[in-house]
C-alpha cells in the first residue's frame, strides 16, 4: 500500500512538473490568447488625445472631420484618418465594430491608397503635414495610426513667429481682407525667394522643400512656396488648402465667394518670365488653358473644383 501510495506521489509531481515546464515553454502563447478572450469579453474604449494642435476649422467638401470614432463603412474611416491628420495627433488607436465585417479589409484598402492619403495631407494645416502616416493592425484587432510629422515642433515655432512679424508689419485688417493684401504675401514671396534649380529629389526634409528651409535660405521648390503661402493664408484665417498633380504643387484659396488657384512657384520671375500674376487668382479652365502639363490635377479628387 505504501508502495503504492508513494509512486502515485511521484506519477503525480511528475504531471504537475511536465505540465509547469509546458505552460513555461508556452507562457507567450497562454498569455495572447489570454488577452484575446479578454478583449473579446472586455468592452473597447477608444482613447482620444487630450490636445488639438494647429487643425482647421474651413468646411471643405472633399474631407470632413469627425466625433465618432467607430466606424461603420468606408466613408467613416475616410473621416476619421482626415480627423487624425488635421488634429495633430501623432498617434491613434480604434477598433472596427462587430457590424463592420469589412472593417479590416477597408482599412488595408485605405492604407495602400496613397492617393487619398496625400489628398488629405494637403487639406491639413501646413504644420501637420505629414512625412509618413502609417498603419498597422494588431492580432488584438486594435488599428494603430502612427504618423510622423513633416515639419518638427521647433522648425513651427520659428515658423509661426516669423509669420506674425511679417503680417504684423504689413498692418493687414483681418477683419476685412482685400486682394491687394493677398497681393502683397504673394509678391513678398516672389520678392524673397529664388527657385533651386539644383534641387535632386531625394530628401522630403530637404531645406528648398520646406516653408522652414525657404525662409531661411531663400531657395525653395514648388513645396516650399505652397507651404510657405499656406501659412500666411492660414494666419489671416483664409480658407485654403494645396492641390497637387503628378509633378507639382500649388495653393487654393477661397476667396469673393469662389475657389481659386494661385500658383506662387510659376508666378516666380526666374520662371514665368516677369509676369507676375499669370498664376494669381485664376479658375481652373484659365489654369489649364495656361498649362495643361504640370497642372493637370484629378478634379475628380478635389470636390471644391468639380463643378467648375
Not at 503525480?12 to 505540465?19: N, R, T
Not at 515642433?153 to 498692418?171: D, P, Q
Not at 507651404?227 to 500649388?250: C, G, Q
Request: aromatic share 14%; glycine share 2%.
Amino acid at each position: 500500500m505504501k508502495k503504492t501510495r508513494m509512486l502515485i506521489s511521484i506519477l503525480s509531481l511528475l504531471i504537475i512538473a511536465i505540465c509547469f515546464t509546458i505552460v513555461i515553454q508556452n507562457f507567450d502563447l497562454y498569455k495572447e490568447k489570454y488577452i484575446i478572450i479578454k478583449n473579446m469579453v472586455t468592452p473597447k474604449k477608444v482613447s482620444i488625445p487630450s490636445t488639438i494642435s494647429n487643425n482647421r476649422n474651413f468646411d471643405f467638401l472633399t474631407v470632413e472631420p469627425t466625433n465618432d470614432f467607430e466606424p461603420k463603412n468606408m466613408d467613416d474611416l475616410k473621416k476619421l484618418y482626415y480627423t487624425v491628420l488635421n488634429n495633430g495627433w501623432t498617434d491613434f488607436t480604434f477598433y472596427c465594430p462587430d457590424e463592420y465585417t469589412d472593417c479590416f479589409d477597408d482599412v488595408l484598402l485605405l492604407a495602400d491608397n496613397n492617393e487619398y492619403i496625400n489628398v488629405i495631407n494637403n487639406y491639413v494645416s501646413t504644420f501637420n503635414q505629414y512625412l509618413k502616416y502609417n498603419t498597422s493592425i494588431s492580432q488584438l484587432g486594435e488599428i494603430k495610426l502612427t504618423i510622423e510629422k513633416l515639419y518638427t515642433n521647433e522648425e513651427i515655432l520659428v515658423l509661426k513667429m516669423k509669420i506674425s512679424e511679417i503680417l504684423k508689419s504689413f498692418n493687414i485688417n483681418k477683419d476685412n481682407i482685400k486682394v491687394q493684401d493677398i497681393m502683397r504675401i504673394h509678391n513678398y514671396i516672389l520678392n524673397l525667394l529664388t527657385y533651386d534649380e539644383e534641387y535632386k529629389n531625394t530628401d522630403l526634409r530637404s531645406t528648398s522643400a520646406t516653408a522652414y528651409g525657404a525662409l531661411n535660405t531663400k531657395k525653395a521648390i514648388c513645396s516650399g512656396y505652397t507651404d510657405l503661402f499656406a501659412l500666411f493664408l492660414d494666419e489671416l484665417n483664409i480658407p485654403n488648402f494645396k492641390v497637387s498633380s503628378e509633378n507639382h504643387i500649388w495653393n487654393a484659396i477661397y476667396f469673393g465667394d469662389k475657389w481659386r488657384h494661385i500658383d506662387v512657384t510659376w508666378d516666380d520671375d526666374e520662371i514665368n518670365k516677369n509676369n507676375n500674376y499669370n498664376f494669381f487668382m485664376i479658375s481652373t479652365d484659365e489654369l489649364l488653358s495656361k498649362d495643361s502639363e504640370e497642372h493637370n490635377f484629378n478634379k475628380e479628387l478635389y470636390l471644391e473644383f468639380l463643378n467648375q
